[in-house]
T-cell receptor, first 114, second 113 residues
Framework: AQTVTQSQPEMSVQEAETVTLSCTYDTSESDYYLFWYKQPPSRQMILVIRQEAYKQQNATENRFSVNFQKAAKSFSLKISDSQLGDAAMYFC???????????FGQGTTLQVKP | GAGVSQSPSNKVTEKGKDVELRCDPISGHTALYWYRQSLGQGLEFLIYFQGNSAPDKSGLPSDRFSAERTGGSVSTLTIQRTQQEDSAVYLCASSLVGGYGYTFGSGTRLTVV
């Protein structure tokens, strides 16, 4: 069975500073993907970043980057130069490349202070 | 359509009534997923459709929950004899192939009173 754990229910960061959200996962899949999704108060889920597990290079998308440690089954999200619009709930997810089915963590609520 | 469309956006129903929630995925997306999100919580997998294959119903919490997907496109999630614990946001998502993540709809907030 797949599990995804986000151990930080809430985090806060000062505007323009950097914050890291933690995620660990467990999967029996040999070929899988990892994702971070953002859910603002509008409740629309938005894909932030995607990592292919077979790739060692960490994914980056503008101010968002991940630290993927495959052996440790860790997949943290770093947000640089935090902006007020980054305030949201962030979900880590692990998915099978075969079925595409995603298992989500419990989420981390990020507050950005002006 | 351009995105995943869900209707209604909000639904209030009386305990014991049946409800139907609709999801219209992105055209051409072969996979469709339903999740449930209770207040402030994570996403709980409910059911998954992939093309013409038998759906993965492993996440449905009880036999009061069922879903179908007609013509490989629109899906309907039905909850019979609703209970207060069914109150949640029901999210639908679709994808083209595994590994590329989902496109989500904006969800249906169900309130059972």
């Amino acid at each position: 069975a797949q599990t995804v754990t986000q151990s930080q229910p809430e985090m806060s960061v000062q505007e323009a500073e950097t914050v890291t959200l933690s995620c660990t996962y467990d999967t029996s899949e040999s070929d899988y993907y990892l994702f971070w999704y953002k859910q603002p108060p509008s409740r629309q889920m938005i894909l932030v970043i995607r990592q292919e597990a077979y790739k060692q290079q960490n994914a980056t998308e503008n101010r968002f980057s991940v630290n993927f440690q495959k052996a440790a089954k860790s997949f943290s999200l770093k947000i640089s130069d935090s902006q007020l619009g980054d305030a949201a709930m962030y979900f880590c997810a692990s998915g099978s490349s075969n079925t595409g089915k995603l298992i989500f963590g419990q989420g981390t609520t990020l507050q950005v202070k002006p | 359509g351009a995105g995943v469309s869900q209707s209604p956006s909000n639904k209030v129903t009386e305990k014991g009534k049946d409800v139907e929630l609709r999801c219209d995925p992105i055209s051409g997306h072969t996979a469709l997923y339903w999740y449930r999100q209770s207040l402030g919580q994570g996403l709980e997998f409910l059911i998954y459709f992939q093309g013409n294959s038998a759906p993965d119903k492993s996440g449905l919490p009880s036999d009061r929950f069922s879903a179908e997907r007609t013509g490989g496109s629109v899906s309907t999630l039905t909850i019979q004899r609703t209970q207060q614990e069914d109150s949640a946001v029901y999210l639908c998502a679709s994808s083209l192939v595994g590994g590329y993540g989902y496109t989500f709809g904006s969800g249906t907030r169900l309130t059972v009173v």
